[in-house]
C-alpha cells in the first residue's frame, strides 16, 4: 500500500473477511522534527516495502500484516523523539510520557491550582497558587526535561526530579493575603530621617514595627508541598511580626553620615575651607528618599547652584605681600605681614552639578581650580646704635634713619659697656636693683634687654636725658622706651660705641 499525503502509517491491521483497514497515522514533520531535538535518537528500524503484485488473496493478507508489524516499529521510535521518558519529574510534578508542550501546561496548572488553606484566624481560609502569584518558567522547564530526558533514553529513565525555581510575587501575594486575613495586618512604620533647624543637625524618627502573614515562610511552604508532590497544604495564617524596611539603626547611619558631612561642607582651595556651607543651607541641597526601603541621599543641584553664583566674589582676592624684621644676615625676627597669594576662580559651569554627584556618594568637600599670583616678601633690616659720646641712641630701618633720642647711659663705676649685641629680652614693667646693688627703682617700664642687665627701659625719676645719669641702662623717656620695646624684636643689633 503507498504512502501519500506527507504521513507515516503507524498501524494498519485488516479484519479477517474484510478489505477495510484501520490507520492511526502521525505527521512525517513532527516525526522529522523529533528526531532532530533528540540528543541520541535511535537507529530507524528497517522497513521493506514488498512490490505490488498479483498473487492469491491469502497471500495479500500475508504481506499486510507484515507491513503493520514494521510500521509499529517505526512509530514506537517517532514516539520516543517527541515524549518525556517515564518517571521524570520537575520540582515535584510527574510529567513523563508527556510532550514539552503538555509538560509546560501540567507544570504551570499544577502551581496555579494547589491550594493553601489559611488556619487560625477564627476560621479557615482557602487561596490558590494563582491567588499568590505562584510563577515558574513552565516551558524552559519542559524543554530542558525533555533535551536532558528523552523518552527514548532508557538510563534516564525514572532519574531524580529536575529542580525548578519556585516564587510567589511578594506583591500579589500580600495582597492577597490581606483580603484573605485583614486582621492579621498591621502596617510598620519606616523610620525617617530629617533635618532639625534648632540643632543643625540631621534626627531620626524611630521605625516601628508590624504584623502581618509571613510571605516568605509561605513560598517555602509552598515550594516544599509542591517538591512533595502535594496539591494543597496549610499555613497560619495567624498575625507575626513585621519588621519595617527601614530600621532605626539603618536610619541612624544615614543621619551620621549626613552629620560628618555637615561638620566640613563646604568649597575648598588646597586645605582651606574658602566658602563654608552653612547647615541650613546645606539642608536645602540635601533630601533622604525611602527607594525600596533603602535610604538614599540625593541632592539638589539647582539649589547649589544659587550659592555657585556667589563663589567667585568669595574666592577671588589680591596677592598680599609679605613684610619682615630681619637682622643683617637675613635671620627673619618678626612678621610683620604675612604674604598671601592672589587668586582667580576658573570656570565655574558643571560646579553645582559635580558637587551635587559628590555629594550622594557622601563626599561634602569640592575642590575648587584657581590661578594663583605669588606675594613678594620685603626685608626690613632693623638695627641700634647707642652713641656714649653724643648721649643719643638711633634706630636704622634699611639703613635709613627712623628715630632718635637723648639718652642717660652709665655714671663712672657703673658704665655702658661697649660692643655689639644683640636684643635679647623684652619685660613690660618691673623692679631694678635691690639690696645688693643699694638702690631699688619700682615698676621701671618699657625694658628692653641687649646685653647681660643692661637694657633700653623708660625712666620717670628723671629728664636729665643727654647726660650720664644710670647704673650702667640706657635710660630713656618713657614714650621712646615703649617705641624701642615694640619695634626691636629680639634679635636685633645694638652696637654701643664712644
Known sequence: MPITGGEIVTDLVAASGSDTAKTA?????????????????????????????SAPRKKRIGLWVGIGAGVVVLGAAAASMVLIAPGT???GIQVGGM???????????RLAETEVTLTGMGGDVVVTGADLGASVDATALAEQAFAERPLWNVSQWGADPISASIALDAETAESTLRSAAPASFTDATDATVVFDGASGT???????????????????????????????????????????????????ATASELNTMLAGIGFYVGEERTVPVGPAVAATWLSVENVDGELVVEADAAAIQTTVDGLAAAVDRAPV??????????????????????????????????????????????????????FETTALVRRAEVDLSSQRAYFYENDQLVNSWAISSGRPGHETETGKFKIRAHVRIQDMGGAS?????????????????????????????????SHGCVNMPISAAQWVYEWAPDGVEVHVHN
Open 99 to 109: 510532550t514539552p508542550g503538555m509538560a509546560a501546561e501540567t507544570i504551570s496548572n
Open 89 to 91: 519529574s520537575v520540582a
Open 202 to 252: 540631621y534626627t531620626v524618627t524611630p521605625a516601628e514595627s508590624g504584623s502581618g502573614i509571613d510571605v516568605d515562610a509561605l513560598s517555602g511552604a509552598f515550594v516544599e508541598a509542591i517538591g512533595d508532590g502535594k496539591s494543597s497544604l496549610e499555613f497560619t495564617g495567624d498575625p507575626t511580626e513585621a519588621l519595617p524596611d527601614v530600621s532605626t539603626e539603618d536610619a541612624e
Open 437 to 469: 646693688a643699694g638702690y631699688l627703682t619700682k615698676d621701671v617700664p618699657w625694658v628692653t634687654y641687649f646685653n647681660g642687665d643692661q637694657a633700653f627701659h623708660g625712666t620717670y625719676w628723671h629728664s636729665n636725658f643727654g647726660s650720664v645719669m
Open 25 to 53: 497515522v502521525i505527521s512525517e514533520s513532527d516525526a522529522t522534527s523529533a528526531a532532530r531535538n533528540a540528543e541520541q535518537p535511535p537507529e530507524n528500524p528497517h522497513v521493506e516495502w514488498a512490490p505490488i503484485e
Open 321 to 374: 605681600n609679605a613684610k619682615n624684621v630681619t637682622d643683617g644676615s637675613g635671620n627673619v625676627l618678626r612678621e610683620l605681614t604675612a604674604g598671601q597669594n592672589g587668586r582667580a576662580l576658573g570656570d565655574t559651569s558643571g560646579i553645582a552639578e559635580d558637587f551635587a554627584a559628590q555629594l550622594t556618594d557622601g563626599n561634602a568637600v569640592y575642590a575648587l581650580q584657581v590661578t594663583e599670583t605669588p
